[in-house]
């Protein structure tokens, strides 16, 4: 078999194997039971709690959860514009980059704390050392408070009729101490022994074998790359991200670091497996899941494989594929599949140029960022694929005529209303923005030329891609578009709070209003919710929700494109 | 609210501390072991340092094997990729432009046999590699430029051929600042 194709079956069969027994640990974690690193978690957690004055047996009910996470977070923006618009003049600066100017601080720290990350600047020469240090905080934080939503939200779908569901600060601390660092350290480690930097030293400088004087930014990148690949954030230590050969230095690093990027995402449908005792309800999740992650991926792959149409007619050989954006040690089908992953979960990293992908997969790009919760982002990506679950409870029962029920719990018109906005609100973003940000470019592309990089239809696709992936709270993006002005940095910014804090709040919501509900035991009226019928509902209620929408949007950039195609 | 907020700056610095702090000071120690000691492989000729193993290299002159087009000009210290369309009209005239470079400096090679990486720029603009067929085609210029026979450089470029991982996973690859080296070695 060609190498290229068994090295991506290759990732996903290990990304599952891994995420299975992951998904088993993550679930004993939320339900305080114990495992093999209490030795010495316990003691890590007890002194995380006495500093902190936390009292982590001390139950919250969903709005409680709400208060508690958003505040952190408002703390961690003020922090982070302070070290962001000061890091010039702060030590570990030994390049001697700027602080970043207002609007550019703004759109970084939203994009960090959201667990976006966007970059408008470029690692190499617009964050200082430190300020690297901080974004990598970002990192493990805004991850964990993903995750830590996912569980009150796990723990609220438990059969029983309550207000109390657990402590946030507790799940909080667990999820980036028990699920993140642990398995950091062991991507660091590998990474540092492939050739990943980790020193505080500044650029190097040699002269290469033909004369030319070269500098050779360096840094403490290995211990950064590694928790960006987990914790679906994405944000680079070095501009190019994971096509740059320190930051993924080769085929093998590469598996890792894409297994990384999809691991506990799908860990977490295990763990509502594990946590509700529903397995069956787990593997039906996870199928509607891979099954949509497919159907993007292999298109994908054969598309970059089969090379650019435009380059044929140039009349030369493409033997191995599409390569412009691309790096030879993991050819096109490695960049395709890690295209594909990185946009249906929230991670953004990159191995390649999405912007000189073929038009088709960067139109799977998008719609990996448009459905968003194809495994989706640590802990939010189930909380997406709730929502479409409760639509989807909905619309059954309608169909059939029953109350709609969901694990026990009466879905009445407030949760409805909840889920139906929060659906909306993420098409609604991505496209008024665009609209916004098109007309601007129309009206006035003198003004505005600085901004796209290709013309035509991918000029849009560059503008779409751009506001898809903040409102996906993905963080890759179509690079030519020249974003690091205030227009970008502003409008991206907004659209980044908004798709990140309503998606958390709405299913908290919709979950904590459910779990104070009477329970009703299972019948023989009740919609079985476990099945393979259920599992077509969801998907079919995805398609029509999200892909649909976007498709004059799409018709417009990618697809126009493809058919424009000489 | 309020009483969120005091337990929020505590755990917002004790997590400052433990991850901006113990994390990365743990992957630090532990960097001391790695190949030079985290700061980067490099690679030395004569005791001076001609390169970083794992970043590619600008080769303009016709007797060293080039690497791929870069869109940073191979800027070590400011990475990036074309992101060109692959339909814009200005990058096909490009990528045009390019293949006819390539012909003028390997004139035994017909047009439909230049291999597209080679006209095409990676997406770190530091790709350190080259694919077999990249290497080959320039096979006959670097042999002629050198006076060399083309089994001895063929010879070369098989020495320094990277196999995929495990000879399972991924495309093969070989080094070019490596394979140059020894070029220069063979006069």
Not at chain 1, 546 to 561: D, R, T, V, Y
Request: glycine share 10%; aromatic share 12%.
């Amino acid at each position: 078999m060609n190498t290229e194709i068994s090295g991506i079956i290759f990732m996903y069969v290990a990304m599952v194997l891994l995420a299975i027994p992951l998904g088993s640990y993550i679930g004993k974690v939320f339900e305080g039971q114990r495992t093999w690193l209490d030795v010495i978690f316990n003691p890590l957690d007890k002194l995380f709690f006495k500093l902190g004055g936390i009292k982590p047996e001390k139950e919250m009910n969903w709005k409680q959860h709400l208060f508690a996470l958003l505040t952190i977070n408002v703390v961690w923006f003020i922090f982070s514009m302070i070290v962001l618009m000061t890091m010039g003049s702060l030590p570990l600066n030994p390049d001697g980059n700027p602080s970043m100017s207002a609007d550019l601080a703004f759109n970084t720290t939203i994009s960090f704390i959201s667990n976006t990350n966007l970059q408008h600047y470029s690692g190499e020469s617009g964050v200082s050392y430190l300020g690297q240090l901080i974004l990598m905080l970002f990192q493990f934080i805004s991850a964990g408070v993903g995750i830590a939503a996912c569980a009150v939200v796990f723990n609220a779908m438990k059969e029983r009729t309550t207000e109390k569901l657990g402590n946030f600060y507790n799940y909080f601390i667990k999820s980036c101490t028990r699920i993140l660092l642990p398995l950091s350290i062991v991507v660091a480690v590998i990474l540092l022994f492939n050739g990943t930097p980790m020193t505080f030293k500044g650029k190097d400088k040699f002269i290469s074998l033909q004369g030319d004087t070269v500098n050779v930014s360096r840094g403490p990148a290995a211990a950064m790359v590694a928790i960006k690949q987990l914790g679906t954030n994405g944000g680079g230590f070095f501009g190019a991200n994971s096509a740059h050969p320190l930051e993924n230095p080769n085929y093998f690093t590469n598996i890792v670091e894409n297994v990384c990027i999809v691991l506990i995402p799908i860990a977490l449908v295990f763990a509502l497996g594990f946590i509700l005792k529903r397995k069956k309800l787990a593997w039906v999740i996870f199928g509607v899941m891979t099954i949509g992650f497919l159907s993007f991926v292999v298109p994908s792959v054969y598309y970059e494989m089969k090379g650019n149409t435009s380059i044929a007619k140039l009349g030369i050989a493409q033997n191995n594929g599409s390569m412009e954006g691309k790096e030879t040690r993991f050819g096109a089908a490695a960049s395709a599949y890690w295209g594909i992953t990185t946009t249906v979960t929230s991670n953004g990293s990159v191995n390649a140029a999405h912007d000189s992908f073929t038009p088709l997969t960067g139109m799977f790009a998008m719609l990996g960022m448009m459905v968003n919760s194809f495994y989706g982002g640590v802990g939010v990506g189930f909380l997406n694929f709730y929502i479409y679950m409760i639509i989807a409870v909905f619309i059954s029962g309608l169909m059939v005529g029953r109350t709609p029920e969901f694990l026990g719990k009466k879905i009445e018109a407030k949760e409805m209303k909840i889920a139906t906005i929060i659906a909306l609100l993420h098409t609604f973003l991505i496209l008024s923005f665009t609209a916004l940000s098109s007309h601007l470019y129309a009206h006035d592309p003198k003004t505005y030329a600085s901004w796209l990089n290709n013309p035509g239809n991918h000029g849009f696709s560059e503008m779409l891609y751009e506001y898809t992936s903040s409102s996906a709270n993905n963080g890759s993006g179509f690079e030519g578009l020249g974003d690091g002005v205030p227009f970008w940095n502003i409008t991206c910014g907004i659209v980044m709070i908004l798709a990140r804090y309503l998606p958390i709040i709405g299913p908290l919501a919709i979950a904590g209003i459910l779990a104070k509900k009477k329970f009703v035991p299972e019948s023989a009226g009740t919609l079985k919710t476990d099945t393979v019928t259920f599992g077509i509902m969801i998907f079919a209620v995805i398609m029509i929700v999200a892909a649909l929408s976007f498709f004059p949007a799409l018709a417009l950039g990618p697809i126009a494109e493809f058919f424009s195609q000489k | 609210m309020k009483q969120h907020i005091l337990p929020a700056l505590k755990l917002t610095i004790i997590c400052i501390v433990f991850f901006c702090g113990i994390y990365t000071l743990l992957i630090l120690a532990v960097a001391q072991l790695a190949p030079n000691k985290g700061n980067g492989e490099t690679i030395s000729i004569n005791g001076k340092v001609v390169g970083y193993e794992l970043e590619g290299q600008s080769f303009s002159n016709d007797k060293y094997f080039s690497s791929r087009p870069s869109a940073v000009n191979y800027n070590a210290a400011g990475s990036g990729a074309s992101n060109k369309g692959t339909t814009n009209p200005d990058y096909l005239k490009d990528v045009e432009s390019k293949i006819d470079t390539f012909l003028f400096h390997n004139p035994s090679i017909k047009k439909s046999q230049v291999p597209a990486e080679l006209v095409t720029a990676s997406g770190s603009g530091l790709d350190p590699d080259l694919s077999i067929d990249a290497a080959n085609i320039q096979i006959a210029r670097i042999a002629k430029s050198r006076n060399l026979t083309e089994d001895r450089v063929k010879t070369l470029v098989e020495m320094h051929t990277e196999k995929p991982l495990l000879g399972l996973f991924g495309p093969a690859t070989i080094n070019v600042l490596k394979l140059n080296i020894d070029l220069d070695k063979l006069n």
